[in-house]
């Protein structure tokens, strides 16, 4: 199982009010990774991306998605070396693109906090 395969088993394991459906997309390039879907019956989806160190690397058209698409969409990033997860919204994806992940403040960095953001998507 790869690193993003183990990062969605995770989300999956520790938000467990969300429904997700992995999204495997050969087609529609900068698809992101998962749609999630609350319990307000709200859509929205998560880009899930494993970082060594600090920089975490976008297609170009993984970040023409997030550009073009601001609202609802987030970046959830594992960050192996520090044994850290930070949720960033997906408007930040130039950011994230150029500076890494500690280019600023994340949305959440703890498995409650994202699970309150998700519950909140409206």
Known sequence: MG???????????ETTDIIWNRIENLSLLGMPDCLGYNSSGHFFTVELKVAKG???KFSPHQIAFHISHPK????????????CIKLFPGSMVRDL????????????????????IFNQVA
């Open 3 to 13: 690193p993003e395969a183990k990062l969605y088993k995770k989300l999956k394991t």
């Open 97 to 116: 693109a150029t500076d890494g992940h500690r280019s600023g403040w994340p949305l959440a960095d703890s498995w409650s906090e994202i699970q309150k």
């Open 54 to 56: 600090d920089f975490v």
């Open 72 to 83: 609802n969409t987030f970046i959830l990033i594992n960050a192996l070396g520090q044994r």
